[in-house]
């Protein structure tokens, strides 16, 4: 036989749409398992109040078919980018034994658009609710578990810097939120325009903020692979720095999200003042506060109020000597506590 007609031999075919038919149903086993895989995070983008909003996922996806037990929710601080928290958010989920889905919402606009998204859908609606500010970031939030998460739900919300301030404005303006734990880590919930952090960027980004973008937008001119590096070489005094990191930090450098990340910060500075006691006296039981021993934008005299004023709170200092950012190198460490201290509340 010429060679041409060898390919033809029906034993060949037969032979070719077996081995391509099991090649399929291998790769569609291989996609199902990578699916299925609980450690593995998703991330969806759509709009919220106008604003683009990124989630990332640890579990089910889908709380209206699953009705898990509770919802571990993640309010970030700023920049309020979920990828920062992939390390802590994993921990949390794979030492709850993959029990509870564990999401983090990010901030409005602080996140990179995928392609066939704008930053914002609606720029009216955007602007008349102020949307990237600290006000708008709260009912953005409150909107966000409207839409996406069924009202019965239990949650544990988990806030870091204003993500605290975030989640105490939540709770006082949506009381009916199902709440089973609140757990503030280094939280920015006063006086932040006087910490020693404070005092140093409000000029910044109060009066010179259109100034700080210029550096941030010449940066996101550079191609990727060199914003990359550069981040690396910023962090690499951190001696356990977690390089999961180093993508969302890239991401932030584009302009629009470190421009709306300034212009939240800016307004912390201005409105976040007297600390909320009535809503913390209300919710303290459900409230945990954990305060750095060395965080320059929450000084150790603001731990030592907060106990002196709720004596019967659960008010606790870091012995670990972990960082305000502590999503730079102590995600796991910090989760595993987390889930030492709320696993009680979880099992009732």
């Known amino acids: 036989k010429k060679p041409t007609e060898a390919i033809q031999s029906p034993y060949v075919s037969w032979f070719l749409v077996l081995f391509h038919v099991t090649k399929r149903l291998f790769y569609a086993d291989m996609g199902s398992l990578a699916a299925d895989n609980p450690d593995k995070p998703r991330t969806e983008f759509f709009y919220c109040n106008g604003a683009v909003t990124e989630v990332l996922k ?75 500010g600290i006000n708008g970031q709260i009912e953005h939030k409150l909107a966000f578990l409207r839409k996406h998460v069924p009202r019965e739900t239990r949650l544990v919300l988990i806030g870091h810097s204003i993500g ?47 100034v700080a973008y210029l550096p941030v937008f010449l940066i996101s001119l550079l191609p990727e692979r060199l914003q990359s590096s550069l981040v690396r070489l910023v962090l690499g005094g951190i001696r356990s720095l977690d390089h999961t990191i180093i993508q969302p930090t890239v991401g932030l450098l584009s302009g629009d999200c470190a421009a709306n990340a300034m212009y939240m910060g ?53 012995e670990s000597g972990f960082r305000h950012a502590f999503v730079l190198d102590a995600g796991a460490e910090v989760a595993n506590m987390v889930v030492e201290w709320i696993s009680g509340d979880l099992r009732t």
């Open 58 to 132: 640890f579990g089910s996806c889908k709380l209206q078919q699953s009705r898990p037990d509770a919802l571990v929710l993640v309010i970030p601080g700023n920049p309020g980018v979920v990828g920062f928290y992939t390390t802590f958010m994993q921990t949390l989920h794979r030492t709850f034994n993959y029990r509870f889905p564990v999401w983090a919402v990010s901030h409005a606009g602080h996140c990179v658009p995928p392609d066939h998204m704008d930053m914002v859908e609606d720029a009216s609606l955007a602007a008349e609710l102020d949307v990237f």
């Open 164 to 210: 605290c301030y975030i989640i105490l404005e939540m709770m006082k303006r949506d009381p009916e939120l199902k709440v089973l734990k609140a757990v503030m880590l280094f939280p920015t919930i006063e006086r932040m325009a006087q910490t020693p952090q404070g005092r140093a960027v409000t000029p910044v980004i109060c009066q010179m903020r259109y």
């Open 266 to 318: 800016g307004q912390e500075m201005k409105k976040v003042l007297d600390r909320d006691n009535a809503t913390i006296k209300k919710h303290l039981n459900k409230l945990i506060f954990y305060y750095g021993a060395t965080d320059h934008w929450c000084p150790v005299e603001y731990f030592h109020d907060m106990k002196r004023d709720f004596p019967d709170g659960d008010i606790r200092l870091c």
